[in-house]
Every structure is written in C-alpha cells, then in structure tokens.
Nanobody
Framework: QVQLVESGGGLVQAGGSLRLSCAAS??????MGWFRQAPGKAREFLGS???????TYTDSAKGRFTISRDNAKNTVYLQMNTLKPEDTAVYYC?????????????WGQGTQVTVSS
C-alpha cells in the first residue's frame, strides 16, 4: 500500500505559479502520475515521473508544467507556471506499482487549484 498526500494548492492569479507536492509513504512505487479534474469534466492525465527520474507529459502540460521528485523525501512535485483560469481543477497524484502495470493503484485525496482571471 502507498499513501499519498498532496499539498500546495490554493488561489492564484492568472499568470502566476504554484508548486504542488505529493508526499508518499508505505511501500515503494515505480511511477507517479499527476492528474486533474475540473468541475463537470473528465479526469485528465498531465504527466508522470519514474522513480529513476524519467518524465512524460501530455501536450496540455508540456511547456508550462514540470514534474520532479526528491527520492530522499519520497516526494514528487508538480511545478505549474503561467497558470490560466482553465487550469482550475482538483489536482491528484497517483502511483503505479510497477512500470509494467499501467494501472494507477493508489491515489491521493487531491488539492484544489483555483486560477482567477
């Protein structure tokens, strides 16, 4: 079991930045992903990072969002720059058990990000 706790959300003006954190505890994870869900919309995958450090991003996240990790703290970060009102959503981190299993088995509770225009 992996326990995940997100933090760092809040209210920010358009054009601003936020850094979200995802603190993991419990057993080891292989891949950590970031997702978001806006009101009335489906959950959207943003990108992921392997324990080894390799990252992937969707087109919507590429260029403005950066995922990093601190293995010593067992924490993954989502740096978000040049935020737009359409980035308003609940942001979640989720962990995969192995790189071979695409399912995200463990999820955090989410953190709200609100971008004002």
């Amino acid at each position: 079991q992996v326990q995940l706790v997100e933090s760092g959300g809040g209210l920010v003006q358009a054009g601003g930045s936020l850094r979200l954190s995802c603190a993991a505890s419990g057993r080891a994870w292989s891949v950590m992903g970031w997702f978001r869900q806006a009101p009335g919309k489906a959950r959207e995958f943003l990108g992921s990072i392997k324990w080894s450090g390799g990252t992937t991003y969707t087109d919507s996240a590429k260029g403005r969002f950066t995922i990093s990790r601190d293995n010593a703290k067992n924490t993954v970060y989502l740096q978000m720059n040049t935020l737009k009102p359409e980035d308003t959503a609940v942001y979640y981190c989720a962990a995969r058990d192995t790189v071979f299993d695409p399912a995200y088995k463990w999820w955090g509770q989410g953190t709200q990000v609100t971008v004002s225009s």
